[in-house]
């Protein structure tokens, strides 16, 4: 018996707009329902595996990358390598074929306001870096550029805490906000505890603490939450 139930899910998963997107998307959806499948993708892993490969080896603290994965692109519990950002709107494709045709009418639709793959990687300031779309979709390439990138930015502003900040946008309320998911979810992965500071930072009663971003080995480690994806970055993204 085929399996129908990931076509089903991905299919859920898509969000329909503009006027090119619906069609398009309900046709790929109805071709994968109607031919179903016998097993998941085989490079259909998670991303937060090559995150978490990359910490170290870039110096990253340990879980901040990963928790930046999903936030980036998280859903049921895994990073997703197969999502595209166009317009404004994710999309979390089956395979990276589907990703790819995606990511090509994106482009010719929205320009370089397409975001791509794990770490949602923006074309328009990035795009240069590689050396076509189907490179900065591929899991390892993407999620090692998010790394490098990340890194660059703790360099330029003196802290883990303002480099993940602006890694999502320069918009100071953006800022805040992607902060506290990527906090939040390092905490869930057992990488962190949230403190009082931190706590009342993201609800806008206290100023941002330095040391926001801590290791707190030992803690058990949680299932990781869904936090809605879709890169609004500054540097990275959108929000310049």
Not at 104 to 116: E, F, I, S, T
Request: net charge positive; charged share 15%; glycine share 10%.
């Amino acid at each position: 018996m085929r399996d129908r139930t990931f076509p089903r899910l991905m299919c859920r998963l898509v969000r329909h707009g503009g006027r090119w997107g619906r069609g398009f998307f309900l046709l790929l959806c109805a071709a994968l329902l109607g031919l179903g499948l016998t097993a998941r993708p085989a490079q259909a892993g998670d991303c937060r595996s090559l995150a978490a490969v990359a910490e170290p080896e870039f110096g990253i603290p340990e879980g901040l990358l990963q928790a930046m994965a999903m936030v980036e692109t998280g859903i049921y519990g895994m990073a997703w390598p197969w999502t595209i950002n166009a317009g404004g709107k994710p999309y979390y494709m089956l395979t990276e074929a589907d990703a790819q045709e995606l990511a090509r009418r994106a482009v010719a639709v929205y320009g370089d306001q397409v975001a791509m793959g794990c770490m949602q990687i923006y074309l328009r300031w990035h795009a240069q870096e590689f050396h076509d779309l189907q490179e900065i979709l591929q899991p390892a390439a993407n999620v090692r550029y998010a790394a490098a990138y990340l890194v660059s930015l703790h360099q330029r502003y003196g802290s883990w805490v303002s480099a993940v900040q602006h890694y999502h946008a320069s918009d100071p309320t953006a800022q805040l906000i992607y902060l506290c998911k990527v906090i939040r979810t390092r905490a869930s992965l057992g990488f962190q505890t949230v403190s009082l500071d931190t706590a009342r930072a993201c609800a806008g009663a206290a100023p941002i603490p330095g040391a926001m971003v801590t290791a707190t080995p030992g803690l058990p480690a949680g299932a990781a939450p869904d936090p809605a994806s879709g890169n609004q970055q500054g540097e990275n993204g959108r929000g310049q």
